[in-house]
């Protein structure tokens, strides 16, 4: 009876016995598994920041490359241009936008390319076309022709210190204000001071190459 009672007792203290190493290993396992998971998130977290940084890092490239884009004589005169069309359609509300345009892209002009005396000239013809430029971006149609006149020569004496790429038009309205010019890209006659009033008024007086 005392020998069965000895190997029961050892029985039941080696079943103890493995049974805590067991659990033991199990949370060690646990433990390991978490760990790795957490590693794992870490690891995911700093790839989402970098991620992150990264578009950051584009967003600025695309801002460099947008404000490499501005600065041109040519980015200018497409603006100009396209206010011009907006007279021609008697838009006034288009050209109140394109006055705004007009101003910002003739403000962005880059002169440090030119002489010292054609950056001065530079700097006198824009800033007397902003202000002509803004105010056509305030101002009902009657004004904003009379305004686009005066516009209309700064632009003029901007090509001629800065050339242009395309052949261009210098166009003459012998009823409007005692006379006035504008520029275009094409022969045609479509005046912007008069616009469907008497949209064929005026010629070509001379070609800039």
Known sequence: MSKLKLVLGVVAI???????????DAKNEKNNSTD???????????????????????????????????????????DYFNLKDALVADDNAK??????????????????KYTEAEKSELKEIVEDAVEHAEHISESEMDH???HFKTLSKDITDMVA????KT???????????????WLSMSKDIKNPYYGGKMLTCGKVQKEIN
């Open 36 to 78: 790795h998971h957490s590693e794992t998130n870490m690891d995911e977290d700093h790839s989402k920041m970098n991620h992150d940084n990264s578009d950051g890092h584009h967003d600025g490239e695309k801002k460099e490359m947008a404000m490499n884009g501005n600065g041109t004589s040519q980015a200018v005169l497409n």
């Open 144 to 146: 904003q022709r009379e």
């Open 161 to 164: 210190i800065t050339g242009t």
């Open 167 to 181: 052949t261009l038009y210098e166009q003459f309205c012998p009823m409007y204000d005692g006379g006035s010019t």
């Open 95 to 112: 050209a109140k936008n394109l006055g705004a345009v007009l101003a910002t892209s003739l403000g962005s002009l880059d002169i440090s």
């Open 14 to 24: 080696t079943f103890v016995t493995l049974t805590a190493v067991s659990c033991k």
